[in-house]
């Protein structure tokens, strides 16, 4: 096991509606980065929180907004949901921010109706 | 060109064969790179890191080739457990760790 977790483990949600969901990183990882996978294909990069900032951000739209806190945990939140957001959500933990091997969470699988 | 391609397959291989997977990438700054497994409705894994021309773990292979932008993933004596999907996965750099992913190759190994 990689030590990360997420919370929820499945979600269903109506379009229009907000979901937060949450990531307690490894121990010792500074770094959370967020991504989004759809059926069928390889996980796709939201963006990056270090040090409690965003430091890297994806092509999504404003409306997927996070939060890094000072034990490193992070939150993902995405406001007015669209049906295409229905997605495996991953969270991963990496020892540093930048070229490095990321640890992933368990997912949170999305399902927007 | 996507920035990583690899073949989706699916391979079906017997227990005990040898396959091989490729997988080409765009960004040619890129110092390091991955191979993860991703077992179905389930997190991606790390497999193998490559830092140089290549390197190799039991029965997995990682071979890399900076001048041609190519790495392939090199599986010998496989078993029934190494079916999965495997994720080529390269860094972007630009000071954060965006990764890359593949779309990713579908293994199938069979008695």
């Known amino acids: 096991e990689t030590g990360v977790t997420q919370s929820p483990t499945h979600l269903i949600k109506t379009r229009g509606q907000q979901v937060t969901l949450r990531c307690s990183s490894q121990?010792?990882?500074?770094?959370v980065s967020w991504y989004q996978q759809a059926l069928g294909q390889g996980p796709q990069f939201i963006f990056q929180?270090?040090?409690?900032?965003?430091?890297g951000r994806g092509n999504f739209p404003p409306r997927f907004s996070g939060l890094q806190f000072p034990n490193y945990s992070s939150e993902l939140n995405v406001n007015a949901l669209e049906l295409d957001d229905s997605a495996l959500y991953l969270c991963?933990?990496?020892?540093?921010?930048?070229?490095?091997?990321?640890?992933f969470g368990q997912g949170t699988r999305l399902t927007v109706v | 060109r996507k920035e990583v391609e690899q073949d989706p397959g699916p391979f079906n291989v017997p227990e005990g064969a040898t396959v091989a997977f490729n997988c080409t990438y765009s960004n040619s700054a890129s110092q390091s790179f991955f191979w993860y497994r991703q077992d179905c409705r389930k997190e991606p894994k790390l497999l193998m890191s490559v830092y140089s021309s290549g390197n190799e773990d039991g029965r997995f292979t990682a071979q890399l080739n900076r001048a041609s932008q190519y790495i392939s993933l090199l599986i010998r004596d496989s078993k029934l457990s190494d079916s999965a999907t495997y994720l080529c996965?390269?860094?972007w750099g630009g000071g954060y760790n965006k990764l890359i992913f593949g779309a990713g190759t579908r293994l199938a190994v069979h008695p």
């Open positions: 991963a933990s990496s020892i540093r921010r930048t070229e490095t091997e990321a640890f």
């Open positions: 121990s010792g990882h500074n770094t």
């Open positions: 996965v390269v860094p």
């Open positions: 929180y270090y040090r409690e900032e965003e430091n």
